[in-house]
Protein backbone atom coordinates (compact mmCIF):
# COMPACT_ATOMS: atom_id res chain seq x y z
CA UNK A 1 0.00 0.00 0.00
CA UNK A 2 1.30 3.52 -0.77
CA UNK A 3 2.85 5.52 2.04
CA UNK A 4 2.48 9.16 0.35
CA UNK A 5 0.89 11.35 3.36
CA UNK A 6 -2.28 12.39 2.52
CA UNK A 7 -2.03 16.20 2.09
CA UNK A 8 -5.73 16.93 3.15
CA UNK A 9 -4.99 15.79 7.05
CA UNK A 10 -2.19 16.13 9.18
CA UNK A 11 -1.70 14.01 12.20
CA UNK A 12 -2.13 15.50 15.60
CA UNK A 13 1.09 16.64 17.35
CA UNK A 14 -0.25 17.57 20.19
CA UNK A 15 2.04 15.57 23.15
CA UNK A 16 0.77 12.96 24.64
CA UNK A 17 -0.20 13.42 28.66
CA UNK A 18 3.05 13.74 30.55
CA UNK A 19 2.56 10.65 32.24
CA UNK A 20 1.64 8.21 29.64
CA UNK A 21 4.45 5.19 29.07
CA UNK A 22 5.10 3.43 25.78
CA UNK A 23 6.13 -0.02 26.53
CA UNK A 24 8.50 -1.57 24.59
CA UNK A 25 7.36 -3.84 22.60
CA UNK A 26 7.00 -7.48 24.11
CA UNK A 27 8.83 -9.27 21.32
CA UNK A 28 10.70 -7.99 17.87
CA UNK A 29 7.09 -9.07 15.77
CA UNK A 30 4.94 -6.53 18.06
CA UNK A 31 7.95 -3.80 17.23
CA UNK A 32 7.97 -4.44 13.35
CA UNK A 33 4.16 -3.92 13.75
CA UNK A 34 4.30 -0.82 15.54
CA UNK A 35 6.37 0.73 12.86
CA UNK A 36 4.37 -0.46 10.11
CA UNK A 37 1.40 1.59 11.81
CA UNK A 38 3.05 4.10 12.64
CA UNK A 39 4.73 5.00 9.52
CA UNK A 40 1.22 4.25 7.50
CA UNK A 41 -0.71 7.19 5.89
CA UNK A 42 -2.73 5.84 3.31
CA UNK A 43 -5.62 7.61 1.37
CA UNK A 44 -7.82 4.61 1.49
CA UNK A 45 -7.96 5.09 5.49
CA UNK A 46 -7.61 9.10 5.59
CA UNK A 47 -9.20 10.36 2.96
CA UNK A 48 -12.73 7.78 3.92
CA UNK A 49 -12.28 9.38 7.23
CA UNK A 50 -12.06 13.07 6.10
CA UNK A 51 -16.07 12.44 4.86
CA UNK A 52 -17.21 12.96 8.18
CA UNK A 53 -14.42 12.63 10.66
CA UNK A 54 -14.68 9.12 11.90
CA UNK A 55 -11.10 7.36 11.00
CA UNK A 56 -11.57 3.69 10.47
CA UNK A 57 -9.03 1.05 9.88
CA UNK A 58 -11.55 -1.73 8.92
CA UNK A 59 -13.69 -2.48 5.28
CA UNK A 60 -17.11 -1.95 4.64
CA UNK A 61 -20.48 -4.33 4.54
CA UNK A 62 -23.67 -4.13 2.44
CA UNK A 63 -24.87 -3.06 -0.88
CA UNK A 64 -23.58 0.11 -2.93
CA UNK A 65 -26.32 2.72 -3.28
CA UNK A 66 -25.54 3.04 -7.13
CA UNK A 67 -28.30 5.97 -7.01
CA UNK A 68 -26.37 8.16 -4.45
CA UNK A 69 -22.88 7.24 -6.73
CA UNK A 70 -24.60 8.65 -9.93
CA UNK A 71 -23.28 8.79 -13.09
CA UNK A 72 -19.82 7.80 -13.70
CA UNK A 73 -18.81 10.68 -16.03
CA UNK A 74 -19.99 13.05 -13.39
CA UNK A 75 -17.11 15.22 -11.98
CA UNK A 76 -18.06 14.68 -8.66
CA UNK A 77 -18.43 11.08 -9.31
CA UNK A 78 -15.24 10.53 -7.32
CA UNK A 79 -16.12 12.23 -3.92
CA UNK A 80 -19.33 10.47 -4.33
CA UNK A 81 -17.56 7.35 -4.41
CA UNK A 82 -15.32 8.03 -1.31
CA UNK A 83 -18.60 8.59 0.46
CA UNK A 84 -20.37 5.54 -0.29
CA UNK A 85 -17.08 3.88 0.81
CA UNK A 86 -17.37 5.70 3.92
CA UNK A 87 -20.82 4.68 4.47
CA UNK A 88 -20.40 1.09 4.05
CA UNK A 89 -17.30 1.05 6.68
CA UNK A 90 -19.29 2.63 9.20
CA UNK A 91 -21.80 0.53 8.27
CA UNK A 92 -19.60 -2.42 8.86
CA UNK A 93 -18.82 -0.55 12.57
CA UNK A 94 -22.41 -0.30 13.14
CA UNK A 95 -22.63 -4.12 13.11
CA UNK A 96 -20.37 -4.45 15.32
CA UNK A 97 -22.05 -2.28 17.87
CA UNK A 98 -25.49 -3.72 17.14
CA UNK A 99 -23.67 -7.26 18.56
CA UNK A 100 -22.28 -5.82 22.04
CA UNK A 101 -25.36 -6.00 24.45
CA UNK A 102 -26.40 -3.94 27.04
CA UNK A 103 -24.16 -1.81 27.58
CA UNK A 104 -25.14 1.07 29.66
CA UNK A 105 -23.65 4.79 29.95
CA UNK A 106 -21.45 3.87 33.20
CA UNK A 107 -20.05 0.54 31.45
CA UNK A 108 -16.31 0.70 30.37
CA UNK A 109 -15.86 -1.01 26.88
CA UNK A 110 -12.51 -2.18 25.09
CA UNK A 111 -11.50 -1.93 21.64
CA UNK A 112 -8.57 -3.62 21.12
CA UNK A 113 -6.28 -2.42 18.17
CA UNK A 114 -8.23 0.88 17.66
CA UNK A 115 -6.70 2.37 15.39
CA UNK A 116 -7.24 5.90 15.00
CA UNK A 117 -10.77 5.92 17.05
CA UNK A 118 -13.75 5.54 14.92
CA UNK A 119 -15.48 3.22 16.03
CA UNK A 120 -14.48 4.41 19.54
CA UNK A 121 -16.45 7.24 18.70
CA UNK A 122 -19.33 5.58 17.55
CA UNK A 123 -19.79 3.28 20.75
CA UNK A 124 -19.55 6.11 22.69
CA UNK A 125 -22.15 8.35 20.46
CA UNK A 126 -24.58 5.18 21.02
CA UNK A 127 -24.43 4.19 24.35
CA UNK A 128 -22.47 6.53 25.96
CA UNK A 129 -20.25 5.06 27.78
CA UNK A 130 -16.72 5.33 28.40
CA UNK A 131 -14.14 3.94 25.62
CA UNK A 132 -11.06 2.61 26.15
CA UNK A 133 -8.93 1.55 22.77
CA UNK A 134 -5.23 -0.17 22.78
CA UNK A 135 -3.14 -0.15 19.38
CA UNK A 136 1.02 -0.37 19.28
CA UNK A 137 0.85 2.74 17.28
CA UNK A 138 2.05 5.83 19.38
CA UNK A 139 0.94 7.61 16.13
CA UNK A 140 -2.36 6.08 15.73
CA UNK A 141 -3.29 6.82 19.73
CA UNK A 142 -1.89 10.21 19.40
CA UNK A 143 -4.72 10.34 16.00
CA UNK A 144 -7.35 9.23 18.18
CA UNK A 145 -6.92 10.95 21.51
CA UNK A 146 -6.89 14.41 19.25
CA UNK A 147 -10.41 13.54 17.32
CA UNK A 148 -11.95 12.56 20.66
CA UNK A 149 -9.97 16.38 22.61
CA UNK A 150 -12.28 18.19 18.90
CA UNK A 151 -14.93 16.04 20.02
CA UNK A 152 -14.78 16.88 23.25
CA UNK A 153 -15.02 13.54 24.65
CA UNK A 154 -11.43 13.00 26.15
CA UNK A 155 -13.25 12.42 29.46
CA UNK A 156 -14.95 9.10 28.15
CA UNK A 157 -12.55 8.06 24.82
CA UNK A 158 -8.76 7.13 24.84
CA UNK A 159 -6.43 5.57 23.29
CA UNK A 160 -3.27 4.23 24.74
CA UNK A 161 -0.07 2.43 23.36
CA UNK A 162 0.22 -1.18 24.57
CA UNK A 163 -0.19 -4.68 23.75
CA UNK A 164 -3.72 -6.10 23.77
CA UNK A 165 -2.04 -9.22 25.45
CA UNK A 166 -1.59 -7.31 28.14
CA UNK A 167 -4.04 -4.65 28.91
CA UNK A 168 -3.98 -2.03 31.81
CA UNK A 169 -7.45 -2.83 33.55
CA UNK A 170 -8.72 -4.68 35.71
CA UNK A 171 -10.28 -7.96 35.63
CA UNK A 172 -13.55 -7.77 35.09
CA UNK A 173 -13.73 -4.01 34.35
CA UNK A 174 -15.15 -4.15 30.73
CA UNK A 175 -18.57 -4.49 30.07
CA UNK A 176 -17.70 -5.75 26.94
CA UNK A 177 -14.95 -5.83 24.46
CA UNK A 178 -13.79 -6.03 20.42
CA UNK A 179 -10.99 -6.56 17.47
CA UNK A 180 -12.28 -5.33 14.47
CA UNK A 181 -9.99 -6.63 11.90
CA UNK A 182 -7.40 -6.54 13.94
CA UNK A 183 -6.98 -10.29 15.89
CA UNK A 184 -4.79 -11.63 12.88
CA UNK A 185 -1.48 -9.72 14.40
CA UNK A 186 -1.85 -12.15 17.69
CA UNK A 187 -2.31 -15.58 18.63
CA UNK A 188 -5.71 -16.35 19.75
CA UNK A 189 -5.28 -18.41 22.93
CA UNK A 190 -2.93 -15.61 24.22
CA UNK A 191 -5.93 -12.89 23.21
CA UNK A 192 -8.73 -14.36 24.37
CA UNK A 193 -7.65 -15.16 27.54
CA UNK A 194 -6.78 -11.94 27.89
CA UNK A 195 -10.60 -10.91 27.10
CA UNK A 196 -11.62 -13.39 29.29
CA UNK A 197 -10.18 -11.69 32.21
CA UNK A 198 -11.05 -8.02 31.32
CA UNK A 199 -14.89 -8.60 30.64
CA UNK A 200 -16.90 -9.14 33.88
CA UNK A 201 -19.00 -12.02 33.90
CA UNK A 202 -22.26 -12.43 31.73
CA UNK A 203 -19.96 -9.67 28.94
CA UNK A 204 -19.69 -9.59 25.50
CA UNK A 205 -17.19 -9.86 23.50
CA UNK A 206 -17.41 -9.18 19.39
CA UNK A 207 -15.13 -9.93 16.71
CA UNK A 208 -15.10 -9.28 12.49
CA UNK A 209 -12.27 -10.84 11.22
CA UNK A 210 -11.18 -12.52 7.82
CA UNK A 211 -10.14 -15.78 8.41
CA UNK A 212 -9.20 -18.71 5.86
CA UNK A 213 -11.93 -21.64 5.56
CA UNK A 214 -10.74 -24.68 6.79
CA UNK A 215 -12.98 -26.77 4.43
CA UNK A 216 -11.12 -25.03 1.65
CA UNK A 217 -8.25 -27.31 3.13
CA UNK A 218 -5.37 -24.95 3.49
CA UNK A 219 -4.73 -21.17 3.40
CA UNK A 220 -5.02 -20.09 -0.60
CA UNK A 221 -2.33 -18.08 -2.28
CA UNK A 222 -4.91 -15.27 -1.99
CA UNK A 223 -4.67 -15.31 1.83
CA UNK A 224 -1.09 -15.83 1.80
CA UNK A 225 -0.64 -12.26 -0.39
CA UNK A 226 -3.30 -10.75 2.36
CA UNK A 227 -0.64 -12.01 5.09
CA UNK A 228 2.53 -10.74 3.27
CA UNK A 229 1.03 -7.63 2.48
CA UNK A 230 -0.29 -6.16 6.33
CA UNK A 231 2.26 -8.30 7.54
CA UNK A 232 0.23 -10.48 9.83
CA UNK A 233 -1.27 -14.36 10.38
CA UNK A 234 -4.81 -14.86 9.09
CA UNK A 235 -6.11 -17.62 11.47
CA UNK A 236 -8.87 -20.13 9.89
CA UNK A 237 -12.43 -19.92 11.55
CA UNK A 238 -11.76 -23.25 13.42
CA UNK A 239 -8.85 -21.31 15.36
CA UNK A 240 -11.14 -18.73 16.44
CA UNK A 241 -13.65 -20.85 17.99
CA UNK A 242 -11.30 -23.01 19.82
CA UNK A 243 -9.26 -20.74 21.23
CA UNK A 244 -12.75 -19.04 22.34
CA UNK A 245 -14.41 -22.28 24.27
CA UNK A 246 -10.68 -22.56 26.24
CA UNK A 247 -11.08 -19.38 27.63
CA UNK A 248 -14.81 -19.17 28.55
CA UNK A 249 -16.17 -16.87 25.74
CA UNK A 250 -19.45 -18.73 24.29
CA UNK A 251 -20.24 -17.80 20.88
CA UNK A 252 -24.14 -16.41 20.65
CA UNK A 253 -23.79 -15.32 17.00
CA UNK A 254 -21.53 -16.45 14.17
CA UNK A 255 -22.81 -14.22 10.82
CA UNK A 256 -21.19 -15.19 7.66
CA UNK A 257 -20.25 -11.65 6.35
CA UNK A 258 -18.74 -12.56 2.93
CA UNK A 259 -20.98 -11.74 0.51
CA UNK A 260 -22.04 -8.55 2.50
CA UNK A 261 -18.52 -7.38 2.07
CA UNK A 262 -17.45 -7.54 -1.62
CA UNK A 263 -19.66 -4.97 -2.46
CA UNK A 264 -17.17 -2.77 -0.74
CA UNK A 265 -14.26 -4.55 -2.63
CA UNK A 266 -15.56 -4.47 -6.11
CA UNK A 267 -15.98 -0.50 -5.16
CA UNK A 268 -12.84 0.21 -3.77
CA UNK A 269 -11.22 -1.42 -6.97
CA UNK A 270 -12.52 0.73 -9.24
CA UNK A 271 -11.01 3.80 -7.19
CA UNK A 272 -8.52 5.98 -7.16
CA UNK A 273 -7.53 4.84 -3.40
CA UNK A 274 -6.44 0.88 -5.20
CA UNK A 275 -3.71 -0.12 -2.85
CA UNK A 276 -2.76 -3.49 -5.25
CA UNK A 277 -5.08 -6.21 -2.69
CA UNK A 278 -8.38 -5.76 -3.79
CA UNK A 279 -8.14 -8.53 -6.14
CA UNK A 280 -6.81 -11.07 -3.41
CA UNK A 281 -9.35 -9.86 -1.33
CA UNK A 282 -11.95 -10.19 -4.40
CA UNK A 283 -11.02 -13.61 -5.35
CA UNK A 284 -10.54 -14.86 -1.87
CA UNK A 285 -13.85 -14.04 -1.47
CA UNK A 286 -15.42 -15.71 -4.49
CA UNK A 287 -13.45 -19.05 -4.49
CA UNK A 288 -14.79 -19.35 -0.86
CA UNK A 289 -10.86 -19.77 0.68
CA UNK A 290 -11.78 -16.64 2.96
CA UNK A 291 -14.17 -15.46 4.85
CA UNK A 292 -15.37 -12.32 6.62
CA UNK A 293 -17.33 -13.22 10.26
CA UNK A 294 -18.67 -11.66 12.87
CA UNK A 295 -18.66 -13.80 15.88
CA UNK A 296 -20.20 -12.62 19.08
CA UNK A 297 -19.33 -14.62 22.33
CA UNK A 298 -20.06 -14.34 26.08
CA UNK A 299 -18.22 -14.45 29.34
CA UNK A 300 -19.06 -17.12 31.32
Known sequence: MSTTEHAAIAEPTTARNASAVVPAPASPYQGDIARYWDQEARPVNLRLGDVDGLYHHHYGIG?????????????????????????????????????????????????????????????????????????????????????????????????????MLDMPFGTGQAAASWNNESSMYVDLPDLFAEHSRILRAGGRYVTITGCWNPRYGQPSKWVSQINAHFECN??????????????????????????????YWELRATSSLVTGIEEAFINSYRDGSFQYLLIAADRV
Not at 72 to 81: C, F, G, H, T, V
Open 63 to 163: DVDRAALGAASDSEYEKRLIAELHRLESAQAEVLLDHLGAVGAGDTVVDAGCGRGGSMVMAHQRFGCSVEGVTLSAKQADFANGRARDLRIEDRVRARVCN
Open 234 to 263: IHSRREYLRAMADNRLVPNAVVDLTAATLP
